[in-house]
Structure formats: structure tokens, C-alpha cells
């Protein structure tokens, strides 16, 4: 018996035939409504075919019909766990358009809603994807710690995941009175907890055999397929628009682009868990510093752009976030694009899972951190 | 290499195109037909290196459909923006550029899918968000039979 298992194992003229198996739309590891149309050899991942759209909302065509101060409060529903940053770059759009110079008080209220944003953003990829990879604690302590910061976001624009608190000109509303303690208390108690999230995934030998050397971009791959965000800068593709591009307060703070070299999952797991640090230096800088002053500018009360075209590139936690937008003019945009990471993001994983089996492709999607509106739109 | 510089550099070596300054970054207009050799030209060409497209998009204009694309270089940090007409609204069709940045291939997909642009030599041109009998919602002419509100 077993010489006959040997034999079968060792022919290679034994082949299976290759056949097609659709993951998703519901499955768990694709964190929505994502399939994945994969062509196997046994386990073996031939091809990827991504087939998006179940929640194609329109939201591009619903902006035609829209005015500028309208159009932030759409944008939350893009990517959800980014929202802050999905708002900012609409409004950063049109401040720049109409020339107004916003308040420092403002600059720095959004940078710090930025960062507090991405740090939410990244325990929550952080938590999902070690469930994803089999460790389940991971999710229970993620949405643990990651409840204070939602309760730091609703106490000042009572809402706790689509903020809706950017708006042309400046913020809704001033910052809670508690802010800026809650904020230091945090602060504090986050760099507790992260040793412990490395303790338990990072450091943990099934977690390293399962995303070392797994998909590995290369740089020169990462530029091609427009992969950006920690994604892209995990393969040393230095692309981060909050260095190269800066906007808000971000010109005032100083803080390290963090770039890797592997370009595999492991990598990618371990920048995110890099700029989760970087983040809280960011906003320890900040938060002391809140100039006094107003927290909006009065904008006119029919926004109008002058005719021309514009482009506001900003960092959301997934990558670059573009806002493309033709004016011709009138108080609604002519056409308006918005340029998400994940879309870019998610058809280079044909490119690098080929050859990797359907586990291996799961952990590849998990350190991708997609999130199934921003692809959609 | 500044604004200035690179305007002066496309003015001289593609006559044939439009090269302006617009509100943020030098765009230049290039005919349709002349496009995909344009792209290969300033994506091999080391001083100007465009080896990054941020973004592609397509806009509907009355009597043209447009392709802009949004590139950077990554080494020498400039940004352009490239126009490309289409002939016309009935039959619009354009090269792909998805040999040289394989991301074009997703985001010509989706202008496909939204905007009726067909890409010549395209890769795998498919709908990605819409059923292959819908029509192409981003034009302005656009009419949704069944979902239209009437005041």
C-alpha cells in the first residue's frame, strides 16, 4: 500500500485537472462582499479572477447631482474604517479650489482625527486578520482596545465609525472638552498593549511559518500594479502622500515614512504594526499643541468652484485616497472620480498568489486589508 | 524636473500635442491615435521616468468621450496629466495602456463598464460592476427607467 501511495505521490505524469471554485461573495476571509473566482490545481492557485460590484452604491454619479459642502457626507460610505480621511480630502479639494486658508486650530484636529482614525483602522485589520489565520483571541482584544477610540470619536461627533466631521472650511463642531485628556489617557494605555499584540501574533512561530515568504511584491511590481499604502510600502515602494504630498499638520510634525523589504505578508503585517507606533508619535506631538481659534471658517452659502480641474490626493489607512473632480463652474461638480486604494490594491493579488495555495491566498488577502465598499464605490 | 521644465520639454518634443498648464499640474492633450506611443515613450524616456499611473478616469463631454490619466514618477517626483480624446460618442474606442502599467487593466475595466469606452487591445475587457445588457450610467445621457424619481 504504501509503495502504490509513493508511486502516485512521486509521478509526475499524475496530474489533477483544473477546475474553478468561487470564493466568496460570502465568505469570511474576503470581509465582504467579494468573490474571488480561483482557478485550482488541487490546492495549488492557478488564477485570480476578482468579480466586484455586489455593492456598487453609484456614488460617483450620485455626486453629479450634489453640491460641494454635500458631497463629504457621501464619502464616509466609501471606506468606512478611513471615513475622516474619505471627508478630508473632499474638503481639502475645494479649500484649495476657493483658496481658503483654514484655521491652524482646524489643520490640527483633523491630523489628529487622521491618525486616531488609522490607529482604529489598523487594530481592526490587525484583530480580523488573525482570525483569519486561525487565532481567534486576536479579534477579542482588538475590539477591546480598539472601543476607546471609538468612544473618544462619539463623544465629539457622536458618531463612532462614519465620523461625518470634516466639512468645507473646517469641522462640524469644536472638540469635546475631554479630548484632549481622554486622548493622553489612550495614548498612554496603547503603548501598553502593543508588546502584548506581538506577543501574541508577531512573535507567535505558527503565524511566522504561515506569512513569511508568503506572496512576496516586489518593488518594481508594487509602482507597476499602483499598490500603495502600507501594502505598497512593505515592498519599499516609498509612496506615502502624508511625506511627499503633505497636508493638514502634517508638514509641522516630524515622523518616519517606515518602508520595508521583503514585500511579503509577514512584512506587510509588520509595517502596519510599525505605523500603529508612528501614529500615536504623530498625535502625541499634536495633541498638546491645539492652537486656540476658530474650528471653521465661513464658507459661502452656495459653493461654487471656478471652472477647471482638480486633484486632492490624501493617506487613508488602505493607501493613497484621489479625488478627481471637472468643474464647469455651477454649484454642482461636472464629473467627479474618486481614486481608492483598495481598487488599485486588490488586482495585484492575482499577480503575486499564483502558484500559492488557497491558505496561502488567504493570508495574502488578510495582510491586503481590503475593505469591499472602497473597491465597489 | 519643475513644472516649467517639463512643460518646455513636451512643448519641444511633441509639437503635434497640447500642452497647457492647469490649476494644479501640467496636462497635455494627445491625439488618440498617437497615444499608446506617447505613453511607451514617456514611461521609457529617463528624464521623465512616469512609471506611476495614480489614477485613470474617464469624463463624458458632448461631443467626445476623454480618458485622463494621472501620472507620477516616482523617482523624480513630477506629476502630468494626460488627455486623450475619442473620435466620437457612437463608437468610442481607445489603445490600452495596460502593457505598460498593468494597473491601467482594472481601471479601463471599470471606464468600460461605466462609460462605454472601449480599450483596443485590451487584455481582458469585461464589465466589472454591471450586467453586460446595462447601459453606461456615467454618460450624461444616461436615462434609469426603473429607478427614476419624477417630481
Given at each position: 500500500?504504501?509503495?502504490?501511495?509513493?508511486?502516485?505521490?512521486?509521478?509526475?505524469?499524475?496530474?489533477?485537472?483544473?477546475?474553478?471554485?468561487?470564493?466568496?461573495?460570502?465568505?469570511?476571509?474576503?470581509?465582504?462582499?467579494?468573490?474571488?473566482?480561483?482557478?485550482?490545481?488541487?490546492?495549488?492557485?492557478?488564477?485570480?479572477?476578482?468579480?466586484?460590484?455586489?455593492?456598487?452604491?453609484?456614488?460617483?454619479?450620485?455626486?453629479?447631482?450634489?453640491?460641494?459642502?454635500?458631497?463629504?457626507?457621501?464619502?464616509?460610505?466609501?471606506?468606512?474604517?478611513?471615513?475622516?480621511?474619505?471627508?478630508?480630502?473632499?474638503?481639502?479639494?475645494?479649500?484649495?479650489?476657493?483658496?481658503?486658508?483654514?484655521?491652524?486650530?482646524?489643520?490640527?484636529?483633523?491630523?489628529?482625527?487622521?491618525?486616531?482614525?488609522?490607529?482604529?483602522?489598523?487594530?481592526?485589520?490587525?484583530?480580523?486578520?488573525?482570525?483569519?489565520?486561525?487565532?481567534?483571541?486576536?479579534?477579542?482584544?482588538?475590539?477591546?482596545?480598539?472601543?476607546?477610540?471609538?468612544?473618544?470619536?462619539?463623544?465629539?461627533?457622536?458618531?463612532?465609525?462614519?465620523?461625518?466631521?470634516?466639512?468645507?472650511?473646517?469641522?462640524?463642531?469644536?472638540?469635546?472638552?475631554?479630548?484632549?485628556?481622554?486622548?493622553?489617557?489612550?495614548?498612554?494605555?496603547?503603548?501598553?498593549?502593543?508588546?502584548?499584540?506581538?506577543?501574541?501574533?508577531?512573535?507567535?512561530?505558527?503565524?511566522?511559518?504561515?506569512?513569511?515568504?508568503?506572496?512576496?511584491?516586489?518593488?518594481?511590481?508594487?509602482?507597476?500594479?499602483?499598490?500603495?499604502?502600507?501594502?505598497?510600502?512593505?515592498?519599499?515602494?516609498?509612496?506615502?502622500?502624508?511625506?511627499?504630498?503633505?497636508?493638514?499638520?502634517?508638514?509641522?510634525?516630524?515622523?518616519?515614512?517606515?518602508?520595508?523589504?521583503?514585500?511579503?505578508?509577514?512584512?506587510?503585517?509588520?509595517?502596519?504594526?510599525?505605523?500603529?507606533?508612528?501614529?500615536?508619535?504623530?498625535?502625541?506631538?499634536?495633541?498638546?499643541?491645539?492652537?486656540?481659534?476658530?474650528?471653521?471658517?465661513?464658507?459661502?452659502?452656495?459653493?461654487?468652484?471656478?471652472?477647471?480641474?482638480?486633484?486632492?490626493?490624501?493617506?487613508?489607512?488602505?493607501?493613497?485616497?484621489?479625488?478627481?473632480?471637472?468643474?464647469?463652474?455651477?454649484?454642482?461638480?461636472?464629473?467627479?472620480?474618486?481614486?481608492?486604494?483598495?481598487?488599485?490594491?486588490?488586482?495585484?493579488?492575482?499577480?503575486?498568489?499564483?502558484?500559492?495555495?488557497?491558505?496561502?491566498?488567504?493570508?495574502?488577502?488578510?495582510?491586503?486589508?481590503?475593505?469591499?465598499?472602497?473597491?465597489?464605490? | 524636473?519643475?513644472?516649467?521644465?517639463?512643460?518646455?520639454?513636451?512643448?519641444?518634443?511633441?509639437?503635434?500635442?497640447?500642452?497647457?498648464?492647469?490649476?494644479?499640474?501640467?496636462?497635455?492633450?494627445?491625439?488618440?491615435?498617437?497615444?499608446?506611443?506617447?505613453?511607451?515613450?514617456?514611461?521609457?524616456?529617463?528624464?521623465?521616468?512616469?512609471?506611476?499611473?495614480?489614477?485613470?478616469?474617464?469624463?463624458?463631454?458632448?461631443?467626445?468621450?476623454?480618458?485622463?490619466?494621472?501620472?507620477?514618477?516616482t523617482s523624480l517626483k513630477h506629476f502630468l496629466v494626460v488627455k486623450a480624446n475619442t473620435e466620437n460618442r457612437e463608437t468610442p474606442a481607445i489603445d490600452s495602456v495596460a502593457d505598460i502599467w498593468p494597473t491601467a487593466e482594472f481601471h479601463e475595466n471599470e471606464i468600460y463598464d461605466l462609460l462605454g469606452i472601449k480599450f483596443n487591445n485590451h487584455?481582458?475587457?469585461?464589465?466589472?460592476?454591471?450586467?453586460?445588457?446595462?447601459?453606461?450610467?456615467?454618460?450624461?445621457?444616461?436615462?434609469?427607467?426603473?429607478?427614476?424619481?419624477?417630481?
Amino acid at each position: 500500500m504504501a509503495e502504490i501511495l509513493e508511486r502516485i505521490v512521486t509521478d509526475d505524469e499524475i496530474k489533477t485537472d483544473e477546475y474553478l471554485v468561487n470564493m466568496g461573495p460570502q465568505h469570511p476571509s474576503t470581509h465582504g462582499v467579494l468573490r474571488l473566482l480561483l482557478k485550482l490545481e488541487g490546492e495549488i492557485v492557478h488564477n485570480v479572477e476578482p468579480h466586484v460590484g455586489y455593492i456598487h452604491s453609484g456614488i460617483e454619479k450620485m455626486t453629479e447631482a450634489l453640491s460641494y459642502p454635500q458631497i463629504p457626507h457621501l464619502t464616509d460610505r466609501m471606506d468606512y474604517l478611513s471615513s475622516h480621511m474619505n471627508n478630508e480630502a473632499v474638503c481639502l479639494l475645494v479649500e484649495n479650489a476657493l483658496q481658503v486658508e483654514v484655521p491652524d486650530r482646524v489643520k490640527y484636529i483633523r491630523t489628529i482625527f487622521d491618525e486616531l482614525q488609522r490607529l482604529a483602522s489598523h487594530q481592526l485589520w490587525w484583530c480580523a486578520s488573525g482570525m483569519d489565520l486561525g487565532a481567534l483571541t486576536a479579534f477579542f482584544y482588538g475590539l477591546r482596545d480598539r472601543e476607546d477610540i471609538l468612544d473618544i470619536f462619539e463623544e465629539t461627533c457622536g458618531a463612532r465609525l462614519t465620523l461625518n466631521y470634516s466639512v468645507p472650511g473646517g469641522v462640524m463642531f469644536d472638540i469635546h472638552p475631554n479630548f484632549q485628556t481622554k486622548v493622553k489617557a489612550f495614548i498612554k494605555k496603547f503603548r501598553t498593549k502593543i508588546p502584548e499584540y506581538d506577543k501574541l501574533l508577531t512573535g507567535n512561530i505558527i503565524f511566522q511559518n504561515r506569512t513569511k515568504g508568503v506572496g512576496v511584491l516586489t518593488k518594481e511590481d508594487a509602482i507597476a500594479f499602483g499598490v500603495t499604502g502600507p501594502t505598497g510600502r512593505a515592498s519599499g515602494f516609498s509612496c506615502d502622500v502624508r511625506k511627499h504630498h503633505p497636508y493638514s499638520a502634517y508638514p509641522l510634525v516630524k515622523f518616519e515614512e517606515k518602508l520595508g523589504t521583503d514585500g511579503d505578508s509577514f512584512m506587510r503585517w509588520q509595517l502596519r504594526m510599525d505605523e500603529m507606533r508612528e501614529s500615536l508619535n504623530i498625535i502625541e506631538q499634536l495633541i498638546d499643541n491645539i492652537p486656540e481659534g476658530d474650528y471653521a471658517v465661513k464658507m459661502k452659502g452656495v459653493v461654487k468652484l471656478p471652472e477647471g480641474e482638480y486633484y486632492q490626493r490624501v493617506e487613508t489607512a488602505r493607501g493613497e485616497f484621489g479625488v478627481y473632480v471637472v468643474s464647469d463652474g455651477k454649484k454642482n461638480p461636472y464629473r467627479v472620480k474618486f481614486r481608492s486604494p483598495g481598487f488599485s490594491n486588490l488586482f495585484a493579488i492575482n499577480h503575486i498568489a499564483k502558484g500559492w495555495k488557497i491558505a496561502d491566498l488567504v493570508a495574502i488577502m488578510a495582510t491586503f486589508d481590503l475593505v469591499i465598499p472602497d473597491i465597489d464605490r | 524636473m519643475t513644472n516649467e521644465q517639463l512643460i518646455e520639454k513636451l512643448t519641444s518634443a511633441y509639437p503635434a500635442a497640447v500642452v497647457k498648464m492647469g490649476s494644479q499640474y501640467p496636462e497635455i492633450t494627445v491625439s488618440f491615435d498617437k497615444l499608446h506611443a506617447f505613453m511607451l515613450d514617456i514611461k521609457t524616456d529617463s528624464q521623465l521616468d512616469f512609471d506611476f499611473l495614480v489614477c485613470e478616469s474617464g469624463v463624458d463631454y458632448p461631443v467626445f468621450l476623454q480618458v485622463v490619466y494621472h501620472l507620477e514618477s516616482t523617482s523624480l517626483k513630477h506629476f502630468l496629466v494626460v488627455k486623450a480624446n475619442t473620435e466620437n460618442r457612437e463608437t468610442p474606442a481607445i489603445d490600452s495602456v495596460a502593457d505598460i502599467w498593468p494597473t491601467a487593466e482594472f481601471h479601463e475595466n471599470e471606464i468600460y463598464d461605466l462609460l462605454g469606452i472601449k480599450f483596443n487591445n485590451h487584455p481582458h475587457l469585461r464589465r466589472i460592476f454591471l450586467d453586460e445588457n446595462w447601459g453606461f450610467p456615467l454618460r450624461k445621457d444616461y436615462k434609469d427607467d426603473i429607478h427614476v424619481v419624477e417630481r
